[in-house]
């Protein structure tokens, strides 16, 4: 991991310098949790546009119809509670294969979920989903250094107590930054950067983790700020550690 994540300093690409102007949300919010991305886009871009749906059925459906709207910035969808399924998995997976945008998912259905979930999942660089429930379980930052773990001290998270799901990844080519257990561990990862180098897949749920804000923000930063690798050189790199 140490090793790859100097390569990845070496190697050069395009910086998103120029704030993004329109983001798309679809986030679950129930008994006071979900509402941390929003507050984390504000705080770094105060001007940016952000479509911002949530509730279930009606916000996925709306959130569908804006995917397709218009070209965005970045997409964002952080399922943690309601059926997943009314998502246009697929739609998010056509614009993931052509790095549309930097492209977040958390969802708590990646192995149930019926409109193309787990398909995505594979495309991101993620091979097998171990999902689990309560009780709450110790988090670690696997990459410290990395700029979605800068400044996060408390990795913890609350319970909502709605029977929510989070998930341990085993990754094919995805870059595990924070896993389930104390270091790097084979199947218990838990945010990772995705094979595009700049998106981002999660078994995580930021929503309601102690430090959400700041988690978000991190992530936000990443997604936009840092450099993005093409998908040759990631998959170059990667190589050297088959």
């Known amino acids: 991991m140490k090793i790859l ?22 986030h679950d919010v129930e008994l006071g949790y979900g509402n941390a991305v929003i507050t984390a886009i504000g705080n770094r871009w105060p001007a940016c546009n952000i479509a911002d749906y949530s509730g279930g059925t009606a916000g996925q459906t709306q959130f569908n119809a804006d995917m397709a709207s218009q070209a965005w910035d970045i997409i964002i969808v952080e399922s943690w509670y309601y059926d997943s399924d009314g998502i246009n998995w697929s739609g998010i997976n056509d614009l993931y294969n052509i790095s549309a945008c930097p492209i ?74 924070t896993g389930w257990t104390a270091s790097s561990t084979t199947g218990q990862a838990g945010i990772c950067v995705a094979n595009d180098a700049s998106s981002v897949i999660s078994g995580y749920t930021p929503a309601y983790a102690n430090e959400s804000v700041a988690i978000w923000e991190n992530i936000l930063a990443f997604m936009w700020g840092d450099v993005a690798l093409e998908r040759s050189t990631w998959g170059e790199i990667k190589t050297l550690f088959n």
Not at 9 to 25: E, H, M, N, S
């Open 5 to 26: 994540g100097f390569l990845l300093v070496l190697v050069t690409g395009t910086v998103l310098a120029q704030p993004p102007t329109d983001i798309l949300v679809y």
């Open 104 to 177: 977040f998912v958390a969802c708590w259905e990646w192995n149930g979920g019926t409109s193309g979930q787990l398909i995505l999942a594979g495309n991101m660089g993620v091979s097998g989903v171990s999902p689990f429930g309560s009780p709450v379980i110790p988090h670690y930052a696997w990459e410290p250094t990395h700029a979605i773990c800068t400044g996060i001290s408390d990795w913890g998270w609350n319970d909502p107590g709605l029977g929510i799901l989070n998930s341990r990844f085993t990754v094919s080519d995805a870059f595990p930054v």
